[in-house]
């Protein structure tokens, strides 16, 4: 991750994730997820949030082969771009296929479940609505 800071920048509980600029490696970000503890022990899962603002976030996601993201929403609208791999998204009245290099967007509240088809780095986007924020 390369930081490029602003001498006006707001502090938050995690400055380095709320910079005015950020830029990220995503080969070495999908390095790192998988020497993570959650991927060599086994929950099939590593996630690490590249950039947290009040209203938008950006959260890389690495699912081992068969393992679930059992069903949830979220409040915002996200995106799920697949990266490596292919995810699977179990949604309330179909399934969605999103191999590596598509891209899906769902609005608020949309009930959903990911599995991993096979293992799988995709980039969660959310964005809630400002009055939410």
């Given amino acids: 991750m390369h930081r490029h800071e602003d001498e006006n920048s707001s502090l938050t509980r995690l400055p380095e994730l709320a910079q005015p600029l950020l830029q990220f490696d995503l080969a070495a970000e999908i390095e790192h997820l998988q020497r993570e503890d959650s991927w060599q022990?086994?929950?099939?899962?590593?996630?690490?949030?590249?950039?947290?603002?009040?209203?938008?976030?950006?959260?890389l996601v690495?699912?081992?082969?068969?393992?679930?993201?059992?069903?949830?929403?979220?409040?915002?609208?996200?995106s799920i771009q697949t990266i490596v791999g292919h995810v699977r998204l179990k949604l309330p009245e179909q399934t969605i296929e999103?191999?590596?290099?598509?891209?899906?967007?769902?609005?608020?509240?949309?009930?959903?479940?990911v599995v991993a088809v096979e293992e799988s780095v995709f980039l969660l986007t959310i964005c809630w609505p400002q009055d939410a924020a």
């Fill in 41 to 59: 022990r086994g929950t099939g899962r590593s996630s690490r949030t590249l950039v947290k603002q009040p209203d938008f976030r950006i959260v």
């Fill in 62 to 78: 690495a699912m081992k082969a068969a393992t679930e993201m059992k069903e949830h929403r979220a409040d915002g609208r996200i």
């Fill in 98 to 113: 999103v191999p590596a290099g598509h891209v899906l967007a769902l609005d608020r509240c949309i009930t959903h479940e």
